[in-house]
């Protein structure tokens, strides 16, 4: 069993920055695929981000490229979301998920969750 614990998210005015921390506990998570989701209200969650466990190949969503950069600390157990240039479009519950074999997994296909961080972006 994994356990995710999230932190990192606040309050931001458009244009900011914000940094997302996934804690696992539990069991390592070297030989996991990481990922961070999100759901906005009235939306259903999406996948932001999500990087292999060796070498770290990424992949993001179109509306997060070259904005967003998700990375992983092995031997820290945690997994970062790294957030700049932060719109109001942004402001979600985002949730660190871990998957044991696909690099491209979706939000059916997450084992195990984090209970979620809130991020607001203010106009």
């Known amino acids: 069993q994994v356990q995710l614990v999230e932190s990192g998210g606040g309050l931001v005015q458009a244009g900011g920055s914000l940094r997302l921390s996934c804690a696992a506990s539990?069991?390592?998570?070297?030989?996991?695929?990481m990922g961070w989701f999100r759901r906005a209200p009235g939306k259903e969650r999406e996948s932001v981000a999500t990087?292999?466990?060796?070498?770290?190949?990424?992949y993001y969503a179109d509306s997060v490229k070259d904005r967003f950069t998700i990375s992983r600390d092995n031997a820290k157990n945690t997994v970062y979301l790294q957030m700049n240039s932060l719109k109001p479009e942004d402001t979600a519950v985002y949730y660190c998920?871990?998957?044991?074999?696909?690099?491209?997994?979706?939000?059916?296909?997450?084992?195990?969750w984090g209970q979620g961080t809130q991020v607001a972006v203010s106009s």
């Open positions: 539990g069991r390592t998570l070297s030989t996991y695929v």
């Open positions: 998920a871990a998957n044991r074999f696909n690099v491209r997994f979706t939000a059916d296909q997450a084992d195990y």
């Open positions: 990087i292999s466990w060796w070498p770290g190949v990424t």
